[in-house]
């Protein structure tokens, strides 16, 4: 019941009977007093909705139509965890009946639901995948902190084990996605297209990246020069930045584990992976230039950081890059301040290990803007001055302000 499950269990529960289950008791409690603890739903949306929440697995046998959307995380080395995912096929294995189906929503890399998650199924029911239950796999297209695109206006795919399945799971999901549905010809085709959504999104990001540090050694603007460039009919509008989250920058790591184990070593995939993985060192490197050559050392520096969840207007601070960027400016022994409204400070803490700060201080040597939460877009030239010292920097990772304006009250730089 997270930022994939939860929404989607609400809209099932329009149109069926749901079961909503997570393994954390606190968070079930939460949501049975129609609280959201990803903070991404208002209290309404559970209002006339069929759900039971419930965190006892003996409640998952009453279901016949079982959904699994729990995170598909990598662990320290990159490598896929599939400790989440193959933990649920335990559970709801243990729950199958006759006749039941199981979809599976989590990324994952081609082959992982028919060949990792069947066979823990098959073991902990005594049924056979086909025979006696069916499987499908449906990616979630869930985009946290957009009002506009919700689960019911998002083309769905959707994917079965055989021609039946595909039938009726398009109908099941058919029943609450208004935007249609797609049947994909099989599993993997399914599974392969999610995973592909991401990485491209990846290596036409990790592309800009690696242009903002060629053009910085130039000492052109790549925001000009993607300006100029934007011109042309065809030329595709991309900007440089921090790639983080649970989606673009994890599920690439997923294809190139799989292609990895079969043999071939993707080499553009993980390219585009290196050049966005090393984007937060780039940037403290150079406010770290920056600071030097106005004879500011980095030890005696003092920093404030807006935005530390991985993009604009949510709470999710999973795989945040702008967490990245602060440990590197540590390294250079710079002293951080984190200030995000939206951000849970306990989280943070236990996550990232980084203490935040409830409002701004002032006399800061740096701000950057590493988040275009709404709220920091009512920061102004003025309101960005009260917080600084004389003869100050400005990282703009997110392009918010007009170079400009800015160059002629501070020392602005932006990717």
């Known amino acids: 019941m997270g930022y994939v499950g939860l929404p989607l269990a ?6 069926f009977r749901v079961i909503g289950f997570d393994i954390s008791a606190e968070r079930v409690a939460m949501m049975r007093n129609s609280q959201d603890p990803s ?8 209002a006339g909705r069929d759900i039971l929440f419930t ?5 998952l046998k009453q279901a016949h139509f079982h959904v699994v959307a729990v995170p598909t995380p990598i662990d320290i080395h990159k490598v896929p965890n599939l400790n989440p995912v193959i933990s649920a096929s335990h559970s709801v294995g243990k729950a199958l009946k006759k006749g039941d189906y199981v979809i599976f ?5 081609p082959g992982c639901t028919e060949e990792d998650c069947v066979p823990i199924l098959e073991r902990e029911s005594g049924l056979v995948m086909g025979e006696d239950f069916k499987v499908g796999y449906s990616p979630e297209r869930i985009n946290p902190g957009d009002k506009e695109r919700t689960i019911a206006s998002i083309l769905k795919i959707v994917s079965g084990c055989d021609e039946e399945s595909l ?18 010809s099989s599993i993997k085709v399914a599974e392969a297209a999610k995973v592909i959504e991401n990485t491209q999104r990846d290596l036409n990001i990790s592309l800009m990246n690696e242009l903002a540090m060629i053009f910085d050694r130039m000492g052109i603007d790549t925001q000009e020069v993607l300006k100029a460039a934007g011109t042309k009919w065809n030329f595709i509008k991309l900007q440089p ?33 290196r050049i966005n993985d090393l984007m937060p060192a780039f940037v403290a490197k150079k406010l770290t230039q920056l600071l030097i050559g106005k004879g500011k050392y980095p030890q005696h520096t003092r920093v404030l950081v807006m935005g530390i969840t991985f993009k604009e207007n949510v709470s999710d601070i999973r795989n945040s890059k702008v967490a990245d960027l602060i440990t590197e400016l540590n390294l250079f022994a710079i002293r951080t301040d984190i200030l995000d409204p939206h951000a849970d400070p306990e989280e943070v803490k236990k996550q990232y290990g980084f203490d935040m700060v409830s409002e701004p201080g002032d006399q800061y040597d740096a701000v950057i803007v590493a988040v275009n939460h709404d709220v920091f877009k009512k920061y102004d030239i003025a309101a960005l001055k009260l917080l600084m010292k004389e003869d100050p920097v400005l990282v703009d990772i997110k392009a918010l302000y007009d170079r400009q304006e800015m160059e002629g009250e501070m020392t602005y730089w932006r990717l």
Do not use: W
């Open 55 to 59: 965190s006892d697995p003996d409640d």
């Open 39 to 46: 903070r991404e739903l208002a209290p309404e949306a559970f």
């Open 167 to 184: 039938e009726e799971i398009a109908l099941v999901y058919g029943a609450i996605i208004k935007a249609g549905i797609y049947k994909a």
């Open 241 to 273: 930045g921090l790639v983080g989250g649970h989606c673009i920058g994890v599920d690439p790591y997923y294809l190139i584990h799989k292609a990895m184990a079969l043999g071939f070593d993707p080499q553009v995939i993980n390219s585009g992976r």
């Open 105 to 109: 929503e989590s990324t994952v890399y």
């Open 10 to 15: 609400l809209e099932f529960a329009s149109a």
